[in-house]
């Protein structure tokens, strides 16, 4: 799907002074023709904050662009990459044998747009440091988005690609030969811009009207809970969470399960707007069939099915069948919203969500063996689903159970459960009874080949 460009923002921000020539040296991209140098983007408040509002509607674009990075592909590759989905229609997608060519053509576009994103982002940074003419505020606000765009992006790269070059600057000279970086300096990194980004961003939406598609300051606590379980940061983990959870003037769980992924509802911490502004989500696009009697694009696997408890309301609320020549097919009904909507109902893509922070919580807890805490957190979410306290009651318990409310809660979105069962170690033990042929280093996706065609200093992942 080519990209559609919206009047009122700039959507591509190499904006720079010789943009152009670095951007392409590190990765090939294409600048529009309507590219705005940096002094008049940079002019004033007005225009340096449609500069931020361009990059996020980039990203949003992205997300509606076929075989890119974003809530869509990120979700669906590593969902059949993962134990979550199937693809009738190919059952040979080398996402769901994981056995991707390092020529996979979405890998190459996913890892051009998460470097597009991020030059984007640095190039922003460079503006804001060298204008004069921004009011102390927003230079602060705007800095601190950016500064969390970059930490977000290099996040997704790390836990897809392994070692990954971390590109700080639009230096051409610097970024042309980068080689990649170990994967604990990279996490470094994602946690400076991130607290950086917490001290400054504000702590409403009244940047962008209101609604959740623009991060704040709980955004940035939200991902750092993340960054920091993935790290063993337990005690660091728990306070980021406890700043969400906290809040619970923005925040707090939907009681009604089928007005979770609403736009703007007060579970969401942010979403990506959704394409022109429509309520529907490229994500229920691919997700919903044509009709009842169509055969999904995407279903869901029996093992993913297996693991909802009975009496487990999601497994009724947010899975949906579809019947084709008495072939019944379970499918992931999140999104509920194949095509344009109005009013209330609709939808936007959710990025990060209230539930997130509670089982972080939970599992920080457990690690700590605050026992009670950790049941505590944990039963937030099973209540919710319509299920009794957990009966795990010691740690090795609790995380068996954190891990697999996690399954059930976050399936199908942005990749939680291919990220989780890496970070835990679990995933060979997990994948090798259900994938036929399946090998420990197809954990982490091949570098583009592409790429280390044009960049010597890079190196292939091991098993491609």
Not at 253 to 262: C, E, G, R
Not at 369 to 376: L, V
């Amino acid at each position: 799907m080519p990209f559609r460009f919206q009047k009122h923002t700039l959507i591509y921000l190499a904006l720079v002074t010789a943009t152009t020539v670095g951007c392409k040296k590190f990765v090939a991209t294409d600048i529009p023709n309507n590219q705005i140098v940096a002094a008049t983007v940079f002019s004033d408040d007005v225009s340096a904050n449609s500069a931020v509002a361009g990059l996020y509607s980039y990203m949003y674009q992205l997300n509606n662009a076929s075989s890119t990075f974003g809530g869509l592909h990120t979700t669906i590759y590593t969902g059949m990459s993962a134990d979550e989905l199937n693809r009738p229609s190919l059952p040979t997608d080398p996402f769901l044998i994981n056995n991707i060519p390092p020529t996979e053509s979405a890998i190459s576009s996913m890892w051009l747009s998460c470097y597009t994103i991020i030059y984007n982002a640095n190039a922003i940074l460079e503006g804001l440091d060298a204008s004069g003419n921004i009011t102390i505020a927003m230079k602060r606000q705007l800095r601190g988005e950016a500064l969390f765009i970059r930490a977000f992006v290099h996040f997704y790269l790390v836990n897809l690609f392994g070692d990954v070059p971390l590109v700080l600057t639009t230096d051409v000279r610097q970024t042309a030969t980068i080689g990649r970086t170990p994967v604990a300096s990279v996490y470094e990194r994602i946690v400076t811009d991130l607290l950086e980004s917490k001290s400054l961003l504000s702590e409403g939406y009244s940047n962008s009207n209101n609604e959740r598609v623009r991060v704040n300051r709980f955004a940035a606590s939200a991902f750092l809970a993340r960054v920091y379980l993935y790290t063993g940061a337990w005690q660091s983990a728990i306070e980021a969470a406890d700043a969400v959870i906290d809040n619970s003037g923005l925040y707090e769980l939907s009681a009604d399960l089928n007005t979770v992924f609403y736009k703007n509802s007060k579970e969401a911490v942010w979403q990506f707007y959704s394409f022109g502004g429509d309520g529907h989500t490229t994500v229920g696009a691919a997700l919903v069939p044509a009709s009842a009697t169509s055969i999904p694009n995407y279903t869901m696997t029996d093992y993913l099915m297996n693991t909802f408890e009975s009496g487990d309301q999601r497994a009724t609320t947010w899975v949906a069948t579809s019947t084709s020549n008495s072939q019944v097919y379970y499918r992931p009904y999140k999104y509920r919203q194949r095509v344009a909507t109005t009013g209330a109902t609709g939808e936007y893509d959710m990025v990060l969500r209230l539930a997130e922070q509670y089982l972080i919580r939970a599992e920080a807890k457990a690690q700590l063996n605050d026992i009670a805490g950790a049941q505590e957190d944990l039963n937030k979410i099973r209540n919710r689903a319509g299920l009794l306290n957990t009966s795990a009651s010691d740690k090795d318990a609790l995380l068996a159970a954190i891990e697999k409310e996690r399954q059930v809660e976050l399936f199908v979105e942005w990749g939680h459960r291919w990220l989780d069962l890496k970070r835990t170690r679990r995933i060979d033990a997990i994948l090798s009874p259900i994938k036929s042929g399946w090998q420990s280093a197809r954990q982490l996706f091949p570098l583009p080949a592409v790429e280390l065609s044009k960049n010597p200093a890079l190196e292939q992942n091991a098993g491609y």
